[in-house]
């Protein structure tokens, strides 16, 4: 299993308007010197099964750009965490995929998400309908996740997704966790989405050894929830949880943050600035940081970071 990080911007990406400054394009260099770029795009996955199946993971509105910079092929599914259209707005250019044949994708969300981008987005007709003359690009396949796991599959990759706590104009929001075991060895990922807290805590699922979690990181600092009308995770929450939260025990041996917002570390924080932080933030608690050229240049999430 591979993932490859097709964007790591928030909603809007980088804004000229603030006092700060713009700081685009966003670069930065990793251990090697090699240039990146991250914030370019909002924040997707893609990843790839060992018996060569590809699953998109959330398709926000930069889609046919990341689809164009990364070749990226047909893909056997696409799964959403949550129906901002910072994750969903891609979808219609879905139907870029409509020459090869391969379509419609299986398409995987909550009803609730499904319920939101039908009849609050108005994206209902994405949806493919056999007695429409032009068939949508997606089929609807509803994840059902109330106290439960409904583990799904995609070729040799085991899908799960997790109920998490975000945002009352996004109901139904959820994370994943990706497995494979692939000659006797299993890899688990996990991807959060966008939440401020995950639902159920004491999910068994989240004493896996991740071998990765890619953890939202929308801000340097704060606490959201209920009173805030939902949120994201900041870099602080993100100690927390580390340390005695939900992916404290045991907690995953490596950490890739993604969705960065423009309320960073600094006034006009830029891709070192967000590295040092979150690199003395997270020292001694993802000791492989310490350790991994690898691990310490994946800390921070870029366009085209393989994990
Ligand atoms: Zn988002
Ligand atoms: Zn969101």
Redesign the pocket.
């Known amino acids: 299993m591979k993932v490859t990080i097709l964007g790591t911007a928030?909603?809007w990406g980088p804004n000229p308007f603030l006092p700060s400054g713009l700081h685009w394009p966003m670069t930065g260099s990793l251990s090697n010197g090699q240039q990146v770029q991250f914030r370019q795009f909002?924040?997707s996955l893609l990843v790839e099964t060992a018996d060569e199946k590809r699953i998109l993971v959330d398709c926000g509105p930069d889609f046919s750009h990341q689809l164009r910079q990364f070749k990226v092929p047909p893909v056997d599914a696409i799964v959403l965490t949550h129906s901002?259209t910072?994750?969903i707005g891609g979808i219609d250019e879905l139907n870029l995929y409509r020459p090869t044949g391969r379509f419609p994708i299986p398409a995987y969300a909550t009803s609730a998400c499904w319920n939101t981008i039908k009849n609050v987005r108005g994206l209902g007709y994405l949806i493919d309908n056999p007695a429409s003359p032009t068939r949508g690009p997606m089929t609807e396949m509803t994840l059902l996740v109330a106290g439960q796991n409904p583990t799904f599959s995609v070729g040799s990759v085991k899908v799960t997704p997790f109920q998490v706590q975000h945002s009352q104009f996004s109901p139904g929001a959820v994370g994943f966790v990706f497995e494979e075991t692939q000659k006797g060895q299993e890899r688990s990922i996990l991807y959060t989405g966008?939440l401020w807290a995950v639902s159920n805590p004491a999910n068994p699922m989240f004493r896996t050894q991740f071998d990765v979690a890619i953890i939202?990181c929308?801000r340097a600092t704060g606490v959201a929830g209920p009173a805030a009308g939902g949120g994201?995770l900041s870099l602080d929450e993100i100690v927390r949880i580390l340390t005695n939260g939900f992916l404290s025990n045991p907690r995953p041996s490596r950490v890739t943050l993604v969705?960065f917002g423009d309320n960073g570390p600094t006034p006009a924080s830029t891709y070192a600035d967000w590295r040092n932080a979150a690199t003395t933030a997270l020292a001694g608690i993802v000791p492989a940081l310490g350790t991994s050229v690898q691990a310490a240049d994946a800390l921070i999430g870029y366009e085209g970071l393989v994990l």
């Open positions: 928030n909603a909002r924040t901002h910072d994750h966008d939202e929308d994201h969705h």
